[in-house]
């Protein structure tokens, strides 16, 4: 099992940034692809982005597309989301989740295909 945690959120205006990073331990992080999940209150989780073990292939919603941005570290065990231009609509609680194969890969990315996920970090952006 890998252990993650979640950190950077907090309250923005909108059309400001911020920087969630997800920290792994326990198991070889830099053989899995990270994703990045949000839940906003009375709604189902929803994807956000993904990135491969490498880091060399990146998908994300339509509705972050060009403004957030995911990246990693595997020297650092670490996975980024550099959120931009952030809307009211963004707010919600951000997790990250490793998945539950090693070197396995999918653009179109589910909650299923999760087997460890953070805590979550809140991020609400004002109007």
């Given amino acids: 099992q890998v252990q993650l945690v979640e950190s950077g959120g907090g309250l923005v205006q909108a059309g400001g940034s911020l920087r969630l990073s997800c920290a792994a331990s326990g198991r070889t992080f830099s053989s899995y692809t990270m994703g990045w999940f949000r839940q906003a209150p009375g709604k189902e989780r929803e994807f956000v982005g993904v990135i491969s073990w490498t880091g060399s292939i990146i998908d994300y919603a339509d509705s972050v597309k060009g403004r957030f941005t995911i990246s990693r ?4 065990n670490t996975v980024y989301l550099q959120m931009n231009s952030l809307k009211p609509e963004d707010t919600a609680v951000y997790y990250c989740g490793a998945d539950r ?8 990315y589910y909650a299923r295909d999760v087997g460890s996920w953070g805590q979550g970090t809140q991020v609400t952006v004002s109007s």
């Fill in 101 to 108: 194969r090693p070197t396995h890969y999918s653009s179109r």
């Fill in 73 to 76: 570290d595997n020297a650092k």
